[in-house]
Structures are given as structure tokens and as C-alpha cells.
């Protein structure tokens, strides 16, 4: 079972760079969000998408752009790479309900320098 | 405004010890709890969750009561295992929204 799948896991930039950060989920999920995990902050809510064609910022959308491709794929991307950019960035899904559990990929670990 | 705080780690025990780790939330409404757990080099899992009011979720051998009257969501193990050590976060879904809200992670190093 697949899940949720980011890549890529590993990207160092340097500062001004662009990239664009991949996510897709095989379980049909009509939910998608991108956080970003910093030492100490937890996670924080970069932007969501509630269903496909819709997308919304989050805590912290400064510096970020995304793209929900189909109800599979929701896409990251720093137009313009800081250094305060360095973070795990992890793409998640769920399902139809409030409660319903957030399934997590593994994580893309970047480095801007 | 609404936000979760939980206990300040790293924590550090023997196999077979007791684990609590402590969770409280500040939030209008009726908010769902819910505890997460990072494995070293994965994303998060659901642990366990609780909707309502003196709900008990478990899972695992973990367990945690959501307490309104305290506004808290404390996480035991009554024995660790060395497979328990992992990054423990805790999270609440606002009641009129469905965007997780985590607090800052407790890392727990259970030893042999």
C-alpha cells in the first residue's frame, strides 16, 4: 500500500532557487495539506486543499504556492528558496468526515543555503 | 485563541517505566483531541483519538481521557517498550474546522 508519496526525500538549494515538491495519495482522498515540522515549533499548516479544485492558505502560506493537479496530486512549490525555508515538509491526506485521521508521507528534508 | 500545549521533552526512561505525557488545549466549542506519533525517518500516524467529552482512546497500549473540565488529553503507558521511542505530538481539530492543530512534538527515548 502506497499511501501517500513525496518526493523528492532529500533537496538542498541555494538561496533564489526555485523547486517544486511533489505529493500524491492513492486513497481517493478529497483532502490534501502541506506542513512544514521545525525543532520545537511542531507542525505548521502551509496550505490545504478541502476538495479537488479548491485550495486555501494555512498558518504560515508566505513564500509557498500549491497546485492541486487532480483529487491525487497537491504540489508545492518555493518560487524563491530562504534560508528560513530550511525545514521537513510533509504532504498529507484524509478522507470525508471531520474526524477522519490524517495520513502522513514520509517527508522531503530541504536545506536552503 | 485556540492551541494545544503539551509537556516539554526530551524524555528519557527505562523499558517497562510508565509514561505520561502531559497535553492541555485552549479552544471554543467542542474540538476533537487526537495524539500522533513520528517513528524515526517517517511521517506521522494516527495513535489514538477521542470526540467528545470523556471519551477514552487507545491504541497500542496508550491511553488518554479527554478531560473538559480540565481541558486536557494527557497520554500513559503504564511499560514502555524500546519500539515506543518515537516523537509524540498532540492535536486538536477546532469544532468549526477540520484543519489539525499540533503541538510541539515530545521526544521519548525508551531504553534497555
Known amino acids: 500500500n502506497a499511501g501517500v508519496t513525496q518526493t523528492p526525500k532529500f533537496q538542498v538549494l541555494k538561496t533564489g532557487q526555485s523547486m517544486t515538491l511533489q505529493c500524491a495519495q492513492d486513497m481517493n482522498h478529497n483532502s490534501m495539506y502541506w506542513y512544514r515540522q521545525d525543532p520545537g515549533m511542531g507542525l505548521r499548516l502551509i496550505y490545504y486543499s478541502a476538495s479537488e479544485g479548491t485550495t486555501d492558505k494555512g498558518e504560515v502560506p508566505n513564500g509557498y504556492n500549491v497546485s492541486r493537479l487532480n483529487k491525487r496530486e497537491f504540489s508545492l512549490r518555493l518560487e524563491s528558496a530562504a534560508p528560513s525555508q530550511t525545514s521537513v515538509y510533509f504532504c498529507?491526506?484524509?478522507?470525508?468526515?471531520?474526524?477522519?485521521?490524517?495520513?502522513f508521507g514520509n517527508g522531503t528534508r530541504l536545506t536552503v543555503t | 485563541g485556540n492551541s494545544v500545549t503539551q509537556m516539554e521533552g526530551p524524555v528519557t526512561l527505562s523499558e517497562e517505566a510508565f509514561l505520561t505525557i502531559n497535553c492541555t488545549y485552549t479552544a471554543t466549542g467542542y474540538p476533537s483531541l487526537f495524539w500522533y506519533v513520528q517513528y524515526p525517518g517517517e511521517g506521522l500516524q494516527l495513535l489514538l483519538k477521542a470526540t467528545k467529552a470523556d471519551d477514552k482512546g487507545s491504541n497500542k497500549g496508550f491511553e488518554a481521557t479527554y478531560r473538559k473540565e480540565t481541558t486536557s488529553f494527557h497520554l500513559e503507558k503504564g511499560s514502555v517498550q524500546v519500539s515506543d521511542s518515537a516523537v509524540y505530538f498532540c492535536a486538536l481539530l477546532y469544532s468549526n474546522d477540520y484543519k489539525l492543530s499540533f503541538g510541539a512534538g515530545t521526544t521519548v527515548t525508551v531504553r534497555a
Open positions: 498529507a491526506s484524509s478522507g470525508r468526515g471531520r474526524n477522519s485521521p490524517l495520513h
